[in-house]
């Protein structure tokens, strides 16, 4: 079973940048897609971005467009999330996830999609 585990969370001021990272435990084999999510204080897990193994297609939130990258990594660090220019309401628990499979769910950014997840990265925006 492969696990995943994000880094590179942290506290950061508002306008500033942070780069998460999500590494898997073991060498992988290729999933469908990967996707970042988030939740924040009282509210429901949403996507933030999501990509295709190979990288051909991604997609992201309204509220992050501009502002967020995802790409994808090598070997075991499966792929990244640069945040630019944060805003106090980007504050959650960022998560990372990965999908074995086509589904429209996915191309959605619905969770549901995914067979794999990470345990959470916390992610604070002072203002």
């Known amino acids: 079973q492969v696990q995943l585990a994000e880094s590179g969370g942290g506290l950061v001021q508002a306008g500033g940048s942070l780069r998460l990272s999500c590494a898997a435990s073991?060498?992988?084999?290729?999933?469908?897609?990967l996707g970042w999510f988030r939740q924040g204080p009282g509210k429901e897990r949403e996507c933030v971005a999501g990509i295709t193994w190979g990288g051909a297609s991604s997609f992201y939130a309204d509220s992050v467009k501009g502002r967020f990258t995802i790409s994808r990594g090598n070997g075991k660090n499966l792929m990244y999330l640069q945040m630019n220019s944060l805003k106090p309401e980007d504050t959650a628990v960022y998560y990372c996830a990965a999908t074995n499979y086509y589904s429209h769910t996915f191309h959605s950014g619905g969770p549901g999609a995914y067979d794999f997840w990470g345990q959470g990265t916390q992610v604070t925006v002072s203002s």
């Open positions: 073991t060498s992988t084999r290729d999933f469908y897609g």
